[in-house]
């Protein structure tokens, strides 16, 4: 960045700094819900997914891998029409509000989370099993020791999920609007700001993305680290 472009980013920020923490605020805790209701529907149904064999497993596993890349902008059509008011849940009148939103980005992390915890529990699962069992754990007690090893790879999909929802555009900007300081978050003030010519702002948003996303990758990583210790 040269003087001029870091002197209208310092302007930027210093005209709208109020908005701005609002945008930051929002758009952390629109992922962050959204990511924490996806582990919580996510992480058990891949440990059951990982750990037991069953009719239609590998189905149900197909459509997951499936929906990993379901488009965002599908996604946020899907929940358009659920909340809209022709729509069956239209009565809760939540389009266009955070809330609904936070279901967008559910619908786009839940499958992530879901494979990804699959993947690292059925790698483990065998070995740590057997252990379990000739150490004389009943089949609770092995099943948690099998996700307690898998936990690395259950994070990995922990955060690759707060990715695909912290990151998205398409989903957050139709069921949410881009409503100025109602549902306006980092990814469509990206795009605001860029069709608006304001390119030094855009970036800077981008930038602070990147820097929330290192952030909360960096705790989640720490956390791991102090249980392995």
């Known amino acids: 960045m040269n003087a001029d472009l870091l002197s209208s980013v310092w302007q930027f920020f210093c005209l709208r700094g109020g908005e ?3 945008i930051v605020g929002l758009s952390l805790m629109v992922s962050g819900s959204a990511v924490i209701i996806g582990a919580v529907l ?6 059951f997914l990982g750990l037991k064999r069953f009719p239609g497993r590998e189905l149900l596993l197909r459509v997951i891998y499936t929906l990993m890349s379901l488009p965002p902008v599908l996604a ?3 929940v358009y029409l659920l909340f809209a008011r022709t729509g069956p849940l239209g009565f809760l009148d939540i389009l266009f509000t955070p ?5 967008a980005q559910v619908l786009l992390a839940t499958p992530i989370i879901t494979a990804l915890s699959s993947a690292a529990i059925a790698a483990k699962e065998k070995l740590a099993m057997d252990t379990a069992r000739t150490l ?15 936990r690395t790879g259950i ?3 922990i955060m690759t999920g707060f990715g695909r929802a912290f990151g998205e555009v398409g989903a957050v900007m139709l069921v949410g609007g881009n409503v100025r300081y109602q549902t306006r978050v980092l ?9 608006q010519g304001n390119y030094e702002f855009a970036i800077a948003l981008g930038l602070i993305l ?3 996303s290192f952030v909360v990758s960096s705790v989640l990583l720490k956390i791991d680290d102090s249980k392995l210790r």
């Open 20 to 22: 701005l923490s609002g």
């Open 76 to 78: 946020g059509l899907l």
């Open 187 to 195: 990814t469509t003030s990206i795009v605001l700001e860029t069709r």
């Open 99 to 103: 809330p609904v939103m936070v279901v």
């Open 136 to 150: 004389g754990a009943s089949e609770r007690q092995a099943a948690w020791m099998v996700i307690k090893e898998a």
């Open 42 to 47: 996510g992480i058990p149904l891949g440990a």
């Open 210 to 212: 990147l820097l929330l």
């Open 155 to 157: 994070l990995a999909g």
